[in-house]
Nanobody, 126 residues
Framework: QVQLVESGGGLVQAGGSLRLSCAAS????????LAWFRQPPGKERDFVAG????????YYTDSVKGRFSISRDNSKSTVYLQINSLIPEDTANYYCALGRAWRTNIGTNTYEYGHWGQGTQVTVSS
């Protein structure tokens, strides 16, 4: 059974940093692209960042470029999201998502991802 478990969220002041982690189990992690999405209260779930199988392709939504960094450690079956220079607009529940095996391009739509974690809450105070 595939499981994705996020951690690392919390309450942080504007300008601070957090490192989110998503540990996967029950699958051959190295053959799947991964992504982070976020969902602010009362809003839709939106794409944040994605990383391909061997990290040869990485893509960010415009609002986080230069502040967020996605990476993966296939030996630990874990994907990370380093988030710096946090602003209140970054407040959301952050989800990791598993794409289709061997897919090289990075999808930005929720329907392109078949498995999701339970989310980790990031709250940024001003």
């Amino acid at each position: 059974q595939v499981q994705l478990v996020e951690s690392g969220g919390g309450l942080v002041q504007a300008g601070g940093s957090l490192r989110l982690s998503c540990a996967a189990s029950g699958l051959r992690f190295s053959i799947y692209p991964l992504a982070w999405f976020r969902q602010p209260p009362g809003k839709e779930r939106d794409f944040v960042a994605g990383i391909s199988v061997n990290a040869e392709n990485i893509y960010y939504t415009d609002s986080v470029k230069g502040r967020f960094s996605i990476s993966r450690d296939n030996s630990k079956s874990t994907v990370y999201l380093q988030i710096n220079s946090l602003i209140p607009e970054d407040t959301a529940n952050y989800y990791c998502a598993l794409g289709r095996a061997w897919r090289t391009n990075i999808g930005t739509n929720t329907y392109e991802y078949g498995h999701w974690g339970q989310g980790t809450q990031v709250t940024v105070s001003s």
